[in-house]
């Protein structure tokens, strides 16, 4: 795929509108059908009334929003993804007949918890034993994000992440400064936290990996790694991670000579080999002196194929009731629920099991809320974790005060963590020791049955298309994987999932070779970079049929010739094969195609 191709136009500064968090966040217009992305004509209505109140109220508050940002913050990108506050219970709107509660959208956002300091007491004074957390308020005034720097340091402090989805560190594909998430960020936030001296108990929701394979299993157990590395107290389990199989996930669920304590993974419903013993269904910990009971559960909806035998998802108001008592008898003073799954059944859920502080979902839709949700009928509230890592949350927790929720976007403001640089070469070098075959992948013909011959093959007769095609970012797509511009500490250049797209001869969405596609930089020298048969096919049997004295006829020779045209009308949505939303974001802004990528790569034929 292209590396920085022009700046993203969806990317606006204006110093009145701020993050108060004083990070930036980047903006991605989200309108392609891979990976759950949804166009935001597709919004369900609550969200697009959100999104359009934000927007109005923007010119009208943002002497409030930009009071909340620290002195001197630099201007910030600003998310262009209708971002929705937190949701209020119904019974705020009592009369039950409002044009918000019509379109399912908001009341006026929920206020940031900040009473306690606003009157100048310090909500970290010691409590005494046994005392409960209040409960949380619904503040005046806030529109937008908190800003954690604020806080009195908390008692004991929720980082929360989930829905990694195979995303153990931005691609870099469309520059680093241009992607959220990674764990070497992560861990960099967490070790900024501790310095200031604040107690932390990282959680995650589960869902570590996207796909099942050799690979895929690796990844999991290296994310595991980090997740130790920065002290998670539970992990849950999400639907990809449980396709994996039983060996794999005991291996990280319960590894030889962890206590009890140090149990990683926590599941109320995941039973692996009809044994409930080998997996915690519950953990209480006790941190900054308060006491948290943890358990997860994982909806067994979110499942897309049938599990091998030896995994059973249980059904979750009875395990979800299991865990909660057991959480009760050591008589916490905050009790958490993870859920993988939709929003509406991780709230039908605390109404069926009621007695959680907090629920925290993976799986749904977008972004996390800048606020947390109420749930009507219950006391619990409710956050998000977003997808694939790019946010974390912080709760705030206190003795004698309501809890404080700020929403972090891992951007590059943060820096990677060496600890974490090491884990990835170390991926890396893995994935290079064992080679393709190691990994299990094997070439598969092609669906023409055609072979790869190398563009510059093509160029002995398209001259002037190989002359353009040697220009562009596509002829060095191999080398920015064996030398990266940026964390060029770490070569990519055997990993499939970056193969796919920066090679010739591979399938780009399922990370395998085809026959005679690029195998290796020795082996395949003349398939290096991302060459014209990736857009118009297999090009060895057309070449063969144009040499002088070819015995093939005209006939054949002419359909060959047919089958390796692109017409332009389908160019676009062959490029979204590797430019799509994940790698390449700018691509899908409105006329990006046309006016900036199509312009760089014109070519037309035969010279």
């Not at 219950?378 to 997808?387: D, I, Q, S, W």
């Not at 206190?398 to 700020?406: D, E, I, L, S, T």
Request: charged content about 25%.
């Amino acid at each position: 795929c292209f590396l920085d191709l022009g700046r993203m136009k969806n990317q606006v500064t204006k110093s009145a509108l701020r993050d108060p968090s004083g990070l930036s966040t980047d903006a991605v217009i989200p309108n392609h059908p891979r990976d759950g992305a949804t166009s935001v004509r597709h919004l369900s209505p609550r969200l697009l009334v959100v999104g359009l109140t934000i927007t109005s109220l923007m010119a009208i508050m943002a002497g409030s929003i930009d009071a909340q940002a620290p002195a001197g913050a630099p201007p910030i990108k600003i998310e262009l993804i209708p971002t929705p506050v937190g949701v209020p219970d119904a019974k705020a709107n009592p009369a039950g007949n409002s044009d918000a509660d019509k379109s399912g959208s908001d009341t006026p956002p929920m206020k940031s918890d900040i009473a306690a300091d606003s009157k100048g007491t310090n909500p970290a004074q010691p409590n005494q034993p046994g005392m409960k957390i209040p409960e949380a308020e619904v503040p005046e005034n806030s529109l937008g994000p908190e800003d954690y720097r604020k806080w009195t340091a908390p008692d004991l402090t929720l980082v929360l992440s989930g829905n990694q989805h195979g995303y153990i560190e931005p691609c870099g594909c469309t520059g680093l400064a241009n992607q959220k998430g990674g764990v070497a960020r992560r861990y960099s936030f967490l070790e900024q936290l501790k310095k200031e001296g604040w107690k932390l108990a990282p959680i995650d929701a589960g869902n570590q990996v996207r796909r099942f394979g050799i690979q895929a299993e690796i990844k999991l157990q290296r994310t595991a790694e980090a997740l130790r590395s920065m002290q998670y107290q539970s992990v849950g389990f999400g639907p990809e991670d449980v396709r994996l199989g039983v060996g794999e996930l005991l291996s990280v669920a319960n590894p030889q000579g962890d206590s009890i304590d140090d149990i990683l993974y926590v599941s109320a419903n995941v039973v692996l080999l009809d044994e409930p013993s080998f997996m915690a269904q519950h953990k209480v910990f006790e941190k900054g002196g308060m006491k948290v009971g943890v358990t997860t559960i994982l909806d067994p909806a979110t499942l897309e194929s049938e599990l091998s035998s030896d995994i059973a998802v249980n059904p979750m108001v009875p395990a979800a009731k299991a865990a909660l008592a057991s959480i009760n008898e050591k008589s916490p003073d905050f009790r958490v629920l993870t859920f993988f799954g939709e929003e509406a059944a991780a709230q039908q859920l605390v109404r069926d099991v009621q007695g959680f502080d907090l629920v925290v979902v993976s799986g749904g839709y977008g972004e996390p809320t800048y606020q947390a949700q109420t749930i009507e009928g219950t006391k619990t509230r409710m956050l998000v974790t977003g997808n694939k890592g790019m946010y974390v949350g912080i709760v705030g927790l206190y003795r004698n005060a309501p809890m404080k929720y700020c929403r972090v976007p891992l951007t590059d403001e943060f820096d990677d963590a060496p600890e974490m640089r090491k884990l990835m070469a170390e991926y890396q070098n893995q994935l290079r020791d064992l080679g393709l075959e190691g990994l299990g992948l094997r070439p598969i013909p092609h669906s023409t049955r055609r072979n790869f011959v190398g563009s510059k093959k093509c160029g002995e007769c398209h001259t002037t298309a190989y002359e353009i095609w040697e220009n562009t970012p596509h002829a060095e797509a191999t080398e920015s994987l064996v030398h990266p511009g940026e964390r060029s500490d770490v070569p990519r250049h055997f990993d499939p999932e970056c193969l796919s797209c920066h090679v010739t001869g591979w399938n780009p969405q399922n990370y395998y070779p085809y026959v005679s596609g690029y195998l290796s930089l020795q082996d395949s020298a003349h398939l290096t970079g991302n060459g014209c048969e990736n857009c118009h096919g297999p090009g060895a049997e057309h070449s063969d049929a144009e040499v002088e004295g070819s015995t093939i006829s005209a006939q054949e020779r002419d359909l060959l010739r047919d089958a390796m045209k692109l017409p332009l009308a389908k160019a676009k949505e062959k490029c979204m094969e590797c430019h799509d939303l994940d790698n390449s974001p700018d691509f899908h802004i409105d006329d990006a195609f046309e006016d900036e990528y199509w312009p760089q790569v014109e070519h037309e034929g035969k010279d």
